[in-house]
T-cell receptor, first 113, second 117 residues
Framework: EAGVAQSPRYKIIEKRQSVAFWCNPISGHATLYWYQQILGQGPKLLIQFQNNGVVDDSQLPKDRFSAERLKGVDSTLKIQPAKLEDSAVYLC???????????FGQGTRLTVV | AQKVTQAQTEISVVEKEDVTLDCVYETRDTTYYLFWYKQPPSGELVFLIRRNSFDEQNEISGRYSWNFQKSTSSFNFTITASQVVDSAVYFCALSENSGGGADGLTFGKGTHLIIQP
């Protein structure tokens, strides 16, 4: 079974530029999550989708971050404009319907300079 | 609001020693789920165990064991006879159950475990 796929693996941008990350969840998983992991900290939930609807985006900085899940499968997370403090690893995860464990992708390491 | 505390920032032991990673959680829900994930240097989070709030039985899987105590809101993780390959950052996490679907995870800050040969 293929895991959660994310791209790119690494990205370096200048502050005030925009960037987008892509995630393809495990086939059939209805729930998709985006997490932000700053160096030395645990991942923090940014947004949770159930199919193509948003379940929780309470910790998403909506003035600069946006996310969508196309047709309930792939998802993109965008930052515009980026700030230095956005430097982090962005992790995508997916889970099956119900209270099951989430499977994580390898993440995208973003460096804002 | 939920919270997960991993007070041990870093632990270093010599190979073959036993080591316990502590996790204390806070939640107002009566139904919740507790998790442990391993994050090796490659960066990918690897699922280790999930426990629901109604099941306080301890669990053993090979060299790994987990002790869940609701009375102290703790979910500790023990590695017996540690090996160098166990070196990683370990995260404890909590998910509350509202409306029938699992919420996203609230993670602790992680414990960096170093196993010295």
């Amino acid at each position: 079974e293929a895991g959660v796929a994310q791209s790119p693996r690494y990205k370096i941008i200048e502050k005030r530029q925009s960037v987008a990350f892509w995630c393809n969840p495990i086939s059939g998983h209805a729930t998709l999550y985006w997490y932000q992991q700053i160096l030395g900290q645990g991942p923090k939930l940014l947004i949770q989708f159930q199919n193509n609807g948003v379940v929780d985006d309470s910790q998403l900085p909506k003035d600069r971050f946006s996310a969508e899940r196309l047709k309930g499968v792939d998802s993109t997370l965008k930052i515009q404009p980026a700030k230095l403090e956005d430097s982090a690893v962005y992790l995508c995860a997916s889970s099956d319907t119900g209270n099951t464990e989430a499977f994580f992708g390898q993440g995208t390491r973003l460096t804002v300079v | 609001a939920q919270k997960v505390t991993q007070a041990q920032t870093e632990i270093s032991v010599v190979e073959k020693e036993d080591v316990t990673l502590d996790c204390v959680y806070e939640t107002r829900d009566t139904t919740y789920y507790l998790f442990w994930y391993k994050q090796p240097p490659s960066g990918e989070l690897v699922f280790l165990i999930r426990r629901n709030s109604f099941d306080e039985q301890n669990e053993i899987s090979g060299r790994y064991s987990w002790n869940f105590q609701k009375s102290t809101s703790s979910f500790n993780f023990t590695i017996t006879a540690s090996q160098v390959v166990d070196s990683a950052v370990y995260f404890c996490a909590l998910s509350e159950n509202s409306g029938g679907g699992a919420d996203g995870l609230t993670f602790g800050k992680g414990t960096h475990l170093i196993i010295q040969p």
